[in-house]
């Protein structure tokens, strides 16, 4: 009888700290899944970043062929 206790509880034992050690891995892998994401959205912005300036840039230069032919034909 006593040392079908002590197997029961070592049972439970083992259970536990499987459960326990599961939760352990999940725990391990946010930060790294985390870290991950915001790897992934830095190089987004840099992407958008660079679009955006892109954008201003052919805006701007355009904006500056654009307006002295614009004003040219304005004057006359």
């Keep these: 009888m006593e040392y079908e206790n002590a197997r ?3 049972n439970a034992a083992d259970e536990r700290a499987n459960i326990l050690a599961s939760e352990v891995i999940g ?3 946010k930060p790294l899944r985390l ?3 915001e790897l992934k959205l830095e190089r987004q ?3 958008s970043q660079a679009e955006i300036s892109s954008f ?3 805006f701007f ?5 654009i307006c002295p032919f614009i004003l040219q034909h ?3």
């Design 74 to 76: 304005l004057r006359s």
């Design 35 to 37: 870290r991950s994401n």
């Design 8 to 10: 029961l509880e070592c």
């Design 45 to 47: 912005l840099e992407n």
């Design 27 to 29: 725990l391990e892998d």
């Design 61 to 65: 230069r355009s904006n500056y062929e």
């Design 56 to 58: 201003k840039y052919v």
